[in-house]
């Protein structure tokens, strides 16, 4: 079992990664792992939160019905809610599009001793924007560097960035829509403008992979989650950020005074 990381400059073609991969782990392994993942990352939660030293921000991207909300969903089932932010980015308003793109992405940022969670991201500049033609070439293009110094600004401010990509086959992704259509509990979740994004499947892809032979850094990498099984993208996704927290080496801070000589009366 192993996540797919990407290295700087790496081409990568995602009809090469098989988005029904397990790493030959079983479902019902599968729920015990995560089931202790998730109380160890509780754990990791409470000392990032409790040093202040460092943020972690984890920015999800996948196609829709990719699983973005059930992965929020599940991995972060067991964290101190007030230690996590998730932030959801939508078309931007009138507002949004009169600043340049990251203006509203900086804010959402977690401070130090915080998680956060980006469901889309400032990724979507070069996705949908580029392939909806929403704005130019020349203004979609030199985004990749502008991305990359950003990111590479907040990981010089203590900022921990792990970006993953839920990759669905298109198969999947329309047993997924039909079942929000066929449920009448997710018709709320069926979003007609949905199937015009998945008649540009191909044109998607090729966005994606742009995004990871550019913007993979040794700093903030890209993963690639083969997300067909839903158990086995959460126990990865859960596995990078217990990882990725870990090596952080945090510790609880030294108390202030003695508190073996406080006396409680
Ligand atoms: P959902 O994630 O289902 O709530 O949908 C959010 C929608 O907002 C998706 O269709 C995204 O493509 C769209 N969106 C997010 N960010 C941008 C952006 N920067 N420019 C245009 N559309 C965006
Ligand atoms: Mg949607």
Redesign the pocket.
Known sequence: MSVIKIKSNQRVKLAEIDPEDTGGLEKQAAKGILAKNIERLAELQEVLYAEGKHALLVVLQAM?AGG?DGTIRSIMSGVNPQGVSVT?????TAEELAHD?LWRVHKPVPPRGMIGIF????Y??V???RV?N?VPKAIWQPRYDHINNFEQLLVDSGVTILKFYLHISKEEQKKRLQSRLDQPEKHW?F?P??LG?RERWDDYMQAFEDVFEKCSTKTAPWYIIPANKKWYRNVLISETIIKTLESLDMKFPEPAADLDKIVLK
């Open positions: 829709d973005k959801s980015f939508k078309a931007p793109f469901n889309r991201s400032h979507e500049d996705l949908v924007v909806k929403l979740k979003n403008a949905d994004e």
